[in-house]
């Protein structure tokens, strides 16, 4: 059985070796021909291993690494093969390990990367594997999740609006901020009538105004009654807020309005109905964000403890380093 294994690996190594560079023919060299002298030295004393009571939980071993029980048992599981199956992929999987330390390749670029990527990837799946057993989202998790995520399972009642605006000139004079002011009146004046959207947009555009002067009509995402905007990030400014919540009905005209930005008219599209997801509705949804929330928690704990012994620090000079290097796809500029 294992000079079956050897002889396909041998075969898949050197069906690889066509398609490498040359380095990388030699380092897949030195790693068959490792894997293949580890697994004949070790073959007859494995076989003793295999049918040995090693006693305790520990089902065989080899050289220094302990292969337990437990493992065996979730191999086979996963895998769904007998025991003693399971059993001989694990001591194989340490031969070729074993032999790997022994030539130093664990140690070398890009192995080394390789091996603490796969690390990297047993430690989330631990993590994610553990948040699964304390079972479906709590309700705390579901309050948290459904804040983050509100546009989509928690909206509450919004607005749509097309707005005139005279835009705030800068470093202007308090003559100059009049004018803006009396400018926003005349647009209101001139939009009172509009039909559509449309043509509030075509009769504000026509009113004249001096030079210095900008208007500016859009139509705005819509927004709740604090501001956030709903469609996108961002929020709107709360005195144009107030103003848009206080129009009565699609087409109503609000007065000028002051902001920050300037002198708006605002003018109702519509009003969006409220919509929310039931609780119970949002748990069930939410199943894998809260897992990722759990596992990012104790991924923190995990880092926080190891940052302690293992202190991280970038060098001022990595931005600079990192500017010249080319990802596969991407060209220098």
Not at 173 to 183: E, F, P, S, T
Request: aromatic content about 6%.
């Amino acid at each position: 059985m294992r000079a079956r294994r050897a002889d396909s690996l041998a075969t898949a190594a050197l069906h690889a070796l066509k398609h490498c560079s040359a380095v990388a023919r030699c380092a897949w060299l030195a790693f068959a021909l490792v894997f293949l002298l580890g697994a004949c030295r070790s073959r007859r004393s494995l076989a003793a291993n295999e049918q040995a009571d090693l006693g305790g939980q520990i089902a065989a071993r080899v050289g220094t690494e302990a292969i337990p029980l437990a493992l065996v048992a979730k191999v086979s599981a996963s895998q769904r093969v007998p025991a003693d199956a399971a059993l001989r992929v694990l001591i194989d999987d340490a031969i070729a390990a074993d032999a790997a330390r022994t030539r130093g390749l664990d140690k070398k670029t890009p192995t080394s990367w390789r091996l603490r990527a796969a690390r990297a990837r047993f430690t989330s799946n631990k993590l994610f594997a553990d948040a699964k057993t304390l079972g479906p989202p709590s309700d705390d998790e579901v309050r948290t999740l459904s804040a983050e995520y509100w546009r989509q399972v928690d909206r509450p009642p919004s607005v749509r609006t097309i707005h005139a605006i005279v835009k705030r000139p800068e470093k202007a004079d308090a003559a100059k901020l009049r004018d803006a002011d009396k400018l926003a009146g005349e647009i209101r004046t001139a939009v009172a009538n509009a039909s559509s959207a449309e043509q509030f947009k075509s009769k504000a555009e026509a009113v004249p105004h001096a030079g210095g002067l900008e208007i500016l009509v859009e139509q705005l995402p819509a927004f709740i009654e604090n501001g956030d905007i709903v469609e996108g990030s961002g929020a709107m400014a709360m005195p144009f807020v107030r103003a848009a919540f206080a129009l009565a009905y699609a087409g109503d005209t609000s007065p000028v309005v002051e902001t920050p930005f300037g002198w708006h008219v605002i003018r109702l599209i519509e009003r969006i109905p409220e919509e929310r997801m039931p609780f119970e509705s949002r748990r069930a949804a939410f199943t894998d964000e809260a897992y990722g929330l759990r596992v990012r928690r104790a991924l923190d704990v995990i880092l926080a403890d190891a940052n302690k012994t293992s202190p991280s620090m970038v060098l001022p000079s990595a931005e600079s380093l990192m500017r010249e290097v080319i990802v596969e796809g991407q060209s220098a500029r």
